[in-house]
């Protein structure tokens, strides 16, 4: 079954991330050295460990669909060994996305982020998401726009 996501992408959004907040424009210089530790292959793949741990929680609680890119191919509720795999897979090119249809959310992490997108979460999944996240010394903040 094909799943519409366009227009989630058209709404405000928040990201999970190694920061707490949008960097400001005067510490940018701090940020680029941080991200360049967490460019490091082992870094990295932790990082994105934590963040398959985080969609696959989200997947045990809401019914979701993964779909993986340039692929294309999507899995109906996926386990977390899937969704691992799919994560570990397109952490260099590609993306992958956790479509919750009933709570009209996504969930993407883009190839070689520091940080997953969600678009339109409802309270109950940001709630669930920021209690996660923290478990994982990562921050759920909303982007200003």
């Known amino acids: 079954m094909q799943y519409e996501t366009d227009t ?66 999507q899995t109906e509720a996926p386990s977390g060994r899937q969704i691992a795999e799919a994560v570990r897979t397109h952490s260099r090119r590609g993306a992958v996305q956790l479509l919750l249809p009933k709570e009209r959310s996504l969930l993407v992490l883009d190839a070689e982020d520091l940080y997953m997108t969600v678009y339109q979460p409802q309270p109950a999944l940001l709630s669930l998401l920021r209690t996660e996240a923290e478990k994982r010394n990562l921050f759920l903040w909303r982007h200003p726009d």
């Open 8 to 73: 989630l992408f058209d709404a405000p959004y928040w990201l999970l991330d190694i920061v707490p907040s949008q960097i400001p424009q005067s510490r940018a210089a701090d940020y680029a050295a941080r991200e360049k530790d967490y460019r490091q292959p082992k870094k990295l793949e932790a990082l994105y460990s934590l963040f398959a741990e985080l969609l696959a929680v989200v997947s045990k609680r809401y019914a979701a669909v993964l779909t993986v890119f340039p692929e294309d191919k």
